[in-house]
């Protein structure tokens, strides 16, 4: 059964330092999605990626944030200088993307991101 | 403004009995919808979605039902069981926009 893999799963560490954060997705899969997931705001889309090409990161802090795809199987999400705000569960989701929203998207079992 | 509400943060049922998560949004342009269940440390699984072609779809115990009318779907898990306890997410979207989802609603099947 195919699966998104996301590394690490669990990262701890001091306020200043830049965190990074992987996802391979699905092999075939066309669009990549970060999210990240708060107790208050459930899941909150912070950047989108088809074929490749940044589509949509108006979710993320540009100032701080910063999101690629190197290649087809990796996608990264990057935090500098990560603040302890940034503490959360980051989910990596890829999916078939045609444009036309209707297909779901297979997730990721999460980075969880503790900033001290 | 939240697109996507699911205004019950949390549900209890009795094993065997009928599990309703509902879920109302505000964008007309939504036309497609889909639930998503979670269990802890682990990363939403797709349960079961529907067009707003349709009024209801079914799989297996999980039925679906769209109200487009009043802009709300519910999920119906029957007969409920101990290993559906998980916090399940209502997503939509529509032509060229991506998912938008709820904040999620906890559900526990007591034994």
């Known amino acids: 059964d195919a699966r998104v893999t996301q590394t690490p799963r669990h990262k701890v560490t001091e306020m200043g330092q830049e965190v990074t954060m992987r996802c391979q997705p699905i092999?075939?899969?066309?669009?990549v999605f970060w999210y990240r997931q708060t107790m208050m705001q459930g899941l909150e889309l912070l950047a989108y990626?088809?074929?490749?090409?940044?589509?949509?990161d108006s979710g993320m802090p540009k100032d701080r944030f910063s999101a690629e795809m190197p290649d087809a199987t990796l996608a990264t999400l990057k935090i500098q200088p990560s603040e302890p705000r940034d503490s959360a569960v980051y989910f990596c989701a890829s999916g078939l993307g045609t444009g036309n929203g209707n297909q779901p998207q297979h997730f990721g079992d999460g980075t969880r991101l503790s900033i001290l | 403004d939240q697109q996507v509400k699911q205004n019950s943060p949390s549900l209890s049922v009795q094993e065997g009995r009928i599990s309703i998560l509902n879920c109302d949004y505000t964008?007309?342009?939504?036309?497609?919808f889909l639930w998503y269940k979670k269990y802890p440390a682990e990363g939403p699984t797709f349960l079961i979605s529907i067009s707003s072609i349709k009024d209801k779809n079914e799989d297996g115990r999980f039925t679906v039902f769209l109200n487009k009318s009043a802009k709300h779907l519910s999920l119906h898990i029957v007969p409920s069981q101990p290993g559906d306890s998980a916090v399940y997410f209502c997503a939509a979207s529509g032509l060229g926009q991506n998912f938008v989802f709820g904040p999620g609603t906890r559900l526990s099947v007591l034994p």
């Open positions: 990626f088809r074929n490749r090409a940044p589509l949509d």
């Open positions: 964008n007309s342009m939504f036309d497609y």
């Open positions: 092999l075939g899969h066309n669009t």
